[in-house]
């Protein structure tokens, strides 16, 4: 699962969005100082990193978030980070897993995950033991 980190550069009035693989996007702050509070802003630092890496099979609005140890940014990760282990299913396929279950290189030899891709629904077990499609 990626969690993208935040961290505020307060010499450079900078955001900068970064993830454990090397990758990064770096904003201005957003001025003037409006109703937005420091985790708004910080998510605006998100939704470049995302539109940048083309993350937009993500539903990034729906994002989960906690501040950094050094409080200087935050963490966001995607809903599907939980303890409890997420179960997806491939509708075509009947083929069910977890989250990393679903990494795949694709034909241009790029690591993907079809989850992140929309090419699978959340899902869980039923009181029969069937998989059935979760709605949130």
């Not at 307060?10 to 990758?23: E, F, N, V």
């Not at 083309?54 to 809903?79: H, N, Q, V």
Request: hydrophobic share 35%; proline share 3%; aromatic share 14%.
């Amino acid at each position: 699962m990626i969690t993208i980190h935040t961290k505020f550069d307060g010499k450079r009035l900078k955001i900068k969005a970064y993830t454990r693989l090397g990758r990064s996007v770096t904003i201005p702050y957003p001025f003037p100082f409006d109703n937005k509070n420091d985790v708004e802003r910080h998510f605006e630092a998100v939704k470049a990193y995302a539109a940048k890496y083309r993350l937009d099979p993500w539903d990034i609005t729906d994002m989960r978030y906690g501040e950094s140890s050094d409080g200087k940014g935050f963490t966001f990760c995607a809903r599907y980070s939980r303890i409890n282990t997420v179960m997806f299913m491939n509708i075509q396929t009947g083929s069910v897993n977890c989250y990393d279950g679903w990494n795949y290189v694709n034909e241009l030899g790029e690591k993907v995950n079809a989850v992140v891709l929309g090419e699978t629904v959340e899902v869980e077990k039923d009181n029969n033991g069937d998989w059935i499609e979760v709605y949130r």
